[in-house]
């Protein structure tokens, strides 16, 4: 098929009625010719309502289809575009948006041609629909397949690719085999976690509050339209009785003090973090928060390791794998919000028995050397000890600490080995940008936190010990069991070195089936916010349209 070269391609036909049925066919080919042509010239633009996404791939879907259309035959829709009608129309239930995939358009045109008899002669009609469904079978794939997250270092997939063979490729399996469903679904991610929130989707769905509430952006840089999208929330959901004048504080702070009372949150009449976070956890957000959950798990590779570490940081907790089974589960402790754990992917290579810790200069400025220039005996008290640039042992007392900041301070702080150490008993080490690390940690109470970041970045191990014999449980005759706890009851320091690797993720995933449900946790570091207003915020569920 070609398509003709112009600089100012004419817009389509809205219409064009045939007089003969059997010129159907023909003339919604050359409608569908009319429709590629003027639609790449606008950058995948029908109209005002209409855009195609998938242009390149569009086009050369029809470019080798030798003047065939896809979706009907003469009136009538063919088993596979109601198969993708259907599956676009409950498209939620894989985390996707069914307005993504001219949703809107194709309901219209199908009620259209149930109750109209003369637009079951219109070229026009049904080339717009062919050219959509061949767009939205284009997105759907690569949106099941890759997701629609942006990608970094970290998550860019190096085993994956979607190009216009293998869109074309699929297509054609449709139309071959004539199944539509199995052929989406063998693009989705093979992983437990994902395949769990996708079996409990279906009942979160059909549970949700789908009314849409107005979204209160936090945090703000006009606090107007902030104190606006306050009030509007509130009235909304019901707890201001007025949104057609502007609430005076006492009026807006009893409307916060009543959302604090039915949320058990604390009364204080403040719209503070937790207030405006409560206020956004509305069905649909949720639904999103789950559908980039969803997205995060086509950033992996399409298989893991047979043996790996899963540090999952919104849950605070890691996971030991090892032949698809869970072989060790640890409570962890990871950075707080100023100071995050970062998102990689490594390999542990040694761990370190009884380590001493070296103070981070960014630590020494930020939090230490206040706490000094005040009074030295902090140094003692946190079992710190100056050494300079040839590791040799300074007397704190004898350096002017007044004197020293960021540019000048030729010292490190290092604290001594043992028990009070802030790393504990031992530190695993895995090669990163970050000089971040796993480690024990001397203040092992906090894990009974239910909020557990705490940390400057590195993640504490609560379960160091289980984890410090499997790494070397294949390596006995270098390292006997017996040999590492004679180290440890003797607090000698040794570095241990293992001949097989661990592969480390470290990750960021909200959303976890548990207990038949979908449990979402808290969004620590709002990576959720963030990709929320990046990629979901505009996107829509079927009822809030």
Known sequence: MLFACRQKPEAPKPVEIVKKPEDLNKKTFENIASILDFASANGGKLNDSVIFTSMPLVKAWYAQKDSLITWSNQKAWL????????????????????????????????????????????????????????????????????????????????????????????????????????????????????????????????????????????????????????????????????????????????????????????????????????????????????????????????????????????????????????????????????????????????????????VPYSIVFKEMLPQIQRKVEYLDKQNLMVVDRNDSIIDPHSVNWFKLNKNNFPYQLKQREGDDNSLGVIKFNFRNKYSVYLHDTNARGLFSRKVRALSHGCVRVQEWKKLSNYLVQNDSIRYKPDTLAAWMKRKEKHMVNFSKRLPIYIRYFTAAAKDGNIVLYDDIYAEDKIARDMYMGNRKVISAL
């Open 79 to 358: 088993q596979m575009a109601d198969s993708l009608f259907d599956f676009i129309k409950h498209s939620e239930t894989y985390g996707l948006f069914p307005t993504d995939y001219h949703y809107v358009q194709l309901n219209a045109i199908f009620e259209k041609l149930k109750k109209d008899s003369v637009s079951m002669l219109d070229a026009a009609l049904w080339a717009r629909a062919d050219v959509s469904f061949t767009d939205a079978f284009m997105q759907i794939a690569r949106d099941i397949k890759l997701g629609r997250l942006q990608r970094d270092s970290i998550t860019l997939r190096k085993d994956t690719l979607f190009n216009d063979s293998i869109g074309i490729a699929l297509l054609q399996k449709v139309q071959q085999e004539k199944i539509l469903t199995p052929v989406l679904q063998q693009l989705e991610p093979n992983y437990e976690g994902y395949r769990e929130i996708r079996s409990f989707l279906p009942y979160f769905l059909d549970s949700m509050d789908r009314k849409a509430y107005t979204y209160i952006n936090y945090p703000f840089e006009d606090s107007l339209e902030y104190i606006s999208q306050l009030q509007t929330r509130l009235f909304e959901g019901g707890y201001i009785s007025f949104n057609d004048r502007a609430a005076d504080t006492a009026e807006l702070r009893a409307a916060v003090r009543s959302f604090q009372e039915s949320k058990d949150l604390k009364v204080d009449g403040k719209a503070g973090p937790a207030v405006v976070a409560a206020l956004n956890n509305t069905g649909i957000e949720q639904f999103r928060r789950i559908a980039i959950n969803l997205d995060r798990y086509k950033q992996l590779p399409d298989s893991m390791p047979v043996k790996y570490l899963w540090v999952n940081l919104p849950a605070y907790k890691f996971e030991l794998w090892d032949n698809d089974t869970l072989r060790l589960e640890s409570k962890v402790i990871i950075g707080n919000p100023k100071t995050r754990t970062p998102v990689l992917t490594s390999e542990l290579t040694n761990y370190v028995i009884f380590p001493q810790w070296t």
